[in-house]
Every structure is written in structure tokens, then in C-alpha cells.
């Protein structure tokens, strides 16, 4: 089974602080993905990455930025946190990105930002 | 552009009863669809899927048909469990010109009441 794993459950963060988001797959994806998840918006896409530092903006890329240094991990970085980041961000992968492929996900990081 | 739309929650239901969360779609091309399920405190995990027109997908009892002509991907279920209760993403995913893209809509909560 594949396994996506965000370092943090739950972050609290001060305004203006440099926020670092981890996310490990074990399946040798090339394909990975931030999402940050708000209620009644459904998932918006931030950033993705197809492959070790190759990276591509999604919907709302403002306000963040992300790392591929290696196959496995891709972080996102909040540059100066900022209180309407508060939200749940969720990583995902997948190998080849067909059509038909399904996205796996981690268990999501809850972060607030004070 | 693509979009999902779903039914706006939460939808309460006792136990046993019939389900359905309703999903309608524009796409410009010719997309697969998803409904995934999250579950409280974890991820979004794919419940079914449908890559084609009339196909229908299903999962642990619950089942979507892909209907172009309605441009519709309704989750249907039977008889409903307290453990079923969760938010339910329809999702659809199409190939544009630099790569898939994969697009949610605002997830529709689920509670069952025993």
C-alpha cells in the first residue's frame, strides 16, 4: 500500500514566521502534490512537482513556495505566514498522472496561523 | 474551464437509509471521475471511479454512474452506516495541453445518525 506521510498533524504559527511542510512517499511517484483544503472551497491546488526539482504553480501559488530536492519528499514553504494561510494542507501523489489515476493522499497538517 | 459542482451538506441521515449526493461536471474534454472519501482526522482516499461514458464505478456498497448526457456523477448507496459518515469529494480529472488536470468539488458532508 502506498504511504504518504505529512511530518505534522497540527502546526501553530506565528505571523511573519517561515512555515516548512513535509510530505514523504515510499512509492517512488514521480508526481506530487500540495493541496490546501478550507471549507466550501473543496481542495485547491498550490504547487506540483513531476519530477526531483521540476516544480509547477497550481491555482493559488501565491504566498508559498515548495522544494524537490529528492524523489521522495516534497516540502511547501510558507515565506512569512500570514493568518488567512490557516488551513489544512494535504500532500498527494502518484506515479504516471493519467486521467484514470488516482491521487493518494497523507492524513492532511492543520495548521494555524496566530 | 473545468468545474465540479456537488450538492451543499451536511446531509443528515439515520442508518439504513437511502443515500444520494449529487455531482454535475463541465469539462472540455473527455475526463474521469472520482468520488474519494475522507474520513475524520485523515486523508482523502479514493472511493470509486469511472473513466468512461455509462461506466459505473463502485465501492463498499456505494456506486456512481459517468452519464454524458447529463454531464452527471451521482453517489448513490443503499443502505447507509453510522461508520459512512465522512465528507465525499467528486472529483474529475482531464487532459489539457501541458498535462492532466485534476479538479474537486467543495465536498459534501456526511453525517448518519444511529
Known amino acids: 500500500d502506498v504511504k504518504v506521510t505529512q511530518s505534522s498533524r497540527y502546526l501553530v504559527k506565528r505571523t511573519g514566521e517561515k512555515v516548512f511542510l513535509e510530505c514523504v512517499q515510499d512509492m517512488d511517484h514521480e508526481n506530487m502534490f500540495w493541496y490546501r483544503q478550507d471549507p466550501g472551497l473543496g481542495l485547491r491546488l498550490i504547487y506540483f512537482?513531476?519530477?526531483?526539482?521540476?516544480?509547477e504553480k497550481g491555482d493559488i501559488p501565491e504566498g508559498y513556495s515548495v522544494s524537490r530536492e529528492k524523489k521522495e519528499r516534497f516540502s511547501l514553504i510558507l515565506e512569512s505566514a500570514s493568518t488567512n494561510q490557516t488551513s489544512m494542507y494535504l500532500c498527494a501523489s502518484v506515479g504516471a498522472f493519467l486521467t484514470n489515476s488516482p491521487l493518494h493522499f497523507g492524513n492532511g497538517t492543520r495548521l494555524t496561523v496566530t | 474551464g473545468d468545474s465540479v459542482t456537488q450538492m451543499e451538506g451536511p446531509v443528515t441521515l439515520s442508518e439504513e437509509a437511502f443515500l444520494t449526493i449529487n455531482c454535475t461536471y463541465t469539462a472540455t474534454g473527455y475526463p474521469s471521475l472520482f468520488w474519494y472519501v475522507q474520513y475524520p482526522g485523515e486523508g482523502l482516499q479514493l472511493l470509486l471511479k469511472a473513466t468512461k461514458a455509462d461506466d459505473k464505478g463502485s465501492n463498499k456498497g456505494f456506486e456512481a454512474t459517468y452519464r454524458k448526457e447529463t454531464t452527471s456523477f451521482h453517489l448513490e448507496k443503499g443502505s447507509v452506516q453510522v461508520s459512512d459518515s465522512a465528507v465525499y469529494f467528486c472529483a474529475l480529472s482531464d487532459y489539457m495541453e501541458y498535462g492532466n488536470k485534476l479538479v474537486f468539488g467543495a465536498g459534501t458532508i456526511l453525517r448518519v445518525k444511529s
Open positions: 512537482s513531476y519530477d526531483v526539482k521540476m516544480k
